[in-house]
Every structure is written in C-alpha cells, then in structure tokens.
C-alpha cells in the first residue's frame, strides 16, 4: 500500500511542477537524494519538463541507484511556450510535536 500511495503523490507532484501550479509538500520521512532531486526539479521545472524517474533501485551487482525525475525531451515550440514561466519560490517550514502526539495522530 505504502509503494502505490508514494508513487501516485509523485505522480501528482510531478504533473502538479509541470503545470506550475503551487505546491505544499510534506516531506515527512523524505531522504536527501529524494530531496536534492526534488528541489533541483522545482528549481528548473519552469525551463524544461519532467516525469518520474526509476526511483530508488538496487542493481545486479548491489550498487543501488536512486533517480526519482528525468527531464523530458520537448521540442522547440513546447520550450518557447515555457520561456515564459516564472520560477518557483521554495520555502522550507519545520513543524514539530511530542512524540506521544505524532504517535497518537498516526494511529
């Protein structure tokens, strides 16, 4: 269940960046290179696309690889269209609560 939830809010995330609509993002439980790539997508989403990369993947050999957004190739007239988008403004707010709050709230 956890696999399908995350991978249909990256779903909507993504399409959401794509769209430049305005984001709030809970990022409960994210990991950095979840965060670094996420950052860096909101950062260039208004000069190119992206979509949802492999995600985190443990290869044959054992090196795992984590890409969670790819760029997308567009062509000329779809990247004249997005010159004219703004980039986003990140703000990062930390919320915190007692232990027995979170524990309770997640029951």
């Known amino acids: 269940v956890h696999q399908s ?5 990256s779903s909507l995330l ?7 609509r305005d984001v709030i993002m809970d990022g409960t ?8 790539q ?6 260039n989403v ?4 992206y979509r949802m990369g492999v995600g985190y993947k ?21 990247r004249t269209c997005m010159n004219n988008r703004k980039p986003y403004k990140i703000e990062f707010v930390g919320v915190v609560c007692d232990a027995h709050l979170a524990v309770v709230r997640g029951i």
């Open 58 to 78: 443990v290869l044959d050999d054992g090196s795992v690889t984590e890409n969670y957004w790819e760029e997308v190739e567009e062509d000329e007239s779809t």
């Open 5 to 9: 939830s995350t991978h249909a809010a």
């Open 46 to 49: 208004h000069r190119r696309r």
């Open 14 to 20: 993504v399409t959401a960046l794509n769209e430049g």
């Open 38 to 43: 996420t950052i860096a997508m909101a950062r």
């Open 29 to 36: 439980l994210s990991w950095e290179p979840y965060v670094v």
